[in-house]
């Protein structure tokens, strides 16, 4: 089985392709069990491309004590060292967003391009939707106010004439806990790596990341909403900022999005 010693913590980790080294740090619900995922796309044509399972999830370790982004933050570069990666490209999606705007402001050295997707930077630039409290909702209200969030088109009456929709989204949004929420300490990491996420606040030291990046959003995310997308790249010097034809999961609904990443990480300036 593919893990390694990063720090403090044992990462089940996974990678594929060749190329230019590219870490992909994935979002809260991230569990490389759950197929297909981001070596199942087009990355790994262009890029040798190494995706783990975050603190607290899938097959990584899920210590019980609290978590801070610093820790997210230290487990990628460690990772990367670990796997003698000294820099890579990074790409982080939500969460793993979060996690990514860490490291390029700890760990500046490790950062080549920075792809940051679906994410906000706390605090004024704006917090991603508090997802401990849609933790603790009634299941058919988390149910109906996660499909809403992932896409904001899917309204009241929108879900009311997708039925066959609604069940399938409810079936991918139970999956994980379906499959492993008896594992030990399933529902302490995921406990924890929501309590990192809702203090995440990079706002105020965003001007100091110096890696070319590319901030991406979907136009109907009600987690990432616009609008933080837009403060984001506003905040970052340099920063880039393409909009995608679909919600939270844009990248899955938008073909054209992972070739302006590729596009993006391809360039030599």
């Avoid at 009634?138 to 929108?158: C, F, M, S």
């Avoid at 924890?192 to 901030?215: F, G, K, M, N, S």
Wanted: proline letters at 6%.
């Amino acid at each position: 089985m593919p893990f390694m010693q990063a720090g403090d913590i044992e990462l089940y980790f996974e990678s594929k392709g060749e190329g230019p080294p590219l870490l992909f740090i994935s979002g809260s619900n991230g569990d490389l069990r759950i197929k297909p995922n981001m070596l199942d796309g087009p990355l790994p044509n262009h890029f040798e491309v190494v995706t783990y399972d975050q603190r607290g999830l899938g097959q990584s370790g899920k210590p019980n004590w609290p978590y801070t982004m610093a820790n997210y933050a230290e487990d990628a570069a460690n990772l990367m060292d670990a796997g003698g990666w000294e820099k890579a490209h990074i790409v982080g999606y939500s969460f793993g967003g979060m996690v990514a705007q860490e490291l390029a402001l700890r760990f500046p050295e490790k950062v080549d391009r920075l792809v940051l997707c679906a994410t906000s930077a706390g605090g004024d630039g704006g917090a991603s939707y508090p997802l401990h409290e849609l933790e603790m909702m009634p299941v058919k209200q988390r149910i109906r106010l996660g499909a809403e969030l992932q896409d904001t088109r899917r309204n009241e009456a929108w879900q009311a004439e997708n039925q066959d929709a609604m069940v399938e989204f409810a079936r991918q949004a139970g999956a994980v806990r379906h499959q492993f929420g008896k594992e030990p300490n399933f529902d302490i990491g995921r406990e924890h790596l929501l309590d990192a996420r809702r203090y995440h606040d990079c706002w105020e030291y965003l001007p100091e990341i110096t890696a070319p990046t590319l901030v991406c959003a979907g136009k109907y995310d009600g987690i990432a909403p616009p609008k933080n997308a837009e403060a984001l790249a506003g905040r970052i010097p340099g920063a880039e900022l393409a909009f995608f034809e679909g919600g939270h999961i844009f990248i899955a609904q938008d073909k054209s999005a992972n070739q302006a990443i590729i596009e993006f990480l391809q360039r030599e300036e």
